[in-house]
């Protein structure tokens, strides 16, 4: 019995193997070539002297790599409660029997679809000064102020939040969606019949019956915040005066401005052990929930 089960089993390696094989060239291969990199001093051209732990010492005493992770660490703070609570009350919107169904589906996913320089784009269009869209809407409304979105600090927290929730809230809105549909009708019919109030019905059945998903889209939220780069990049550049640059910008600027590869996959490293901690903290947290 036991050979019939491994010669079935054998038949899927020739399936298996072509993945597998690009998997640890693309993945398990640059995880040990990357912390050999942090280990010697590293350029874009060759590899040089032997420097140990050098480079993780530099970054512990290194104030922009604390700034660049607090600035992360805070983008990480606005956004994701909001994306959750965004999300669920669009699924919530989006799960309702009403004829606009279809279009509030359609409408709260179409902007996850669109790459990150298309909504750089837009958003730049729109928060311009003088002749930008956000600030022509204030003017028509009779609001005279000018403001300067990517020229002050917390407008440009403000305008990067609300451009990340817009652009990523859709595919969060859908996982929690699929939740919803799996929740059984019975289970509303049977509270219907001991008199529950619609918050009630959420309270008691709705939030209960998502709190596993809920718990996938905070992970995953939180991973994804964390390696926030490309779209602040191209709508502040990190600024003004560096107050909106990302740790993943840091990095890039240093392996591939400075030249300093070596350095640059030490950070990687160190962001990698925060999101790997995060991680078992999450799901120890999710385990304890579901015993």
Known sequence: MN??????????????LPFFVAYVIFTILPIFKGLEMSLYDWTLVRKLDFVGFANYKDMFVDPHFWRTLWNTTLFVILTTPTMVLLALG???LANMNTKLQTFFRGSFFLPSILSVAVI?????????????????ILHTIGIEAEPFWMADKTLAWVS????????TVGFNMVLFLAGLQDIPESLYEASEIDGATRWE??????????????????LLQILGSYKVFAQILLITGGGPGGA??????YIYEVGFTQN???YAATMSYALFFILLILSIIQLRNQRSGES
């Open 3 to 16: 050979k019939k089960l491994w010669a079935h089993d054998f038949k899927a390696i020739p399936f298996l």
């Open 90 to 92: 669009l699924a919530l």
């Open 260 to 262: 300093n590869l070596g």
């Open 244 to 249: 909106t640059r990302p740790l993943i910008q």
């Open 120 to 136: 750089s784009f837009l958003a730049i269009f729109m928060l311009q000064p003088y002749s930008g869209l956000i600030n022509t």
């Open 201 to 218: 019905q959420f309270r008691y059945i709705t939030l209960p019956q998502l709190m596993p998903i809920g718990r996938v889209v905070l």
């Open 160 to 167: 990067i939040v609300v451009v990340t929730l817009w652009w």
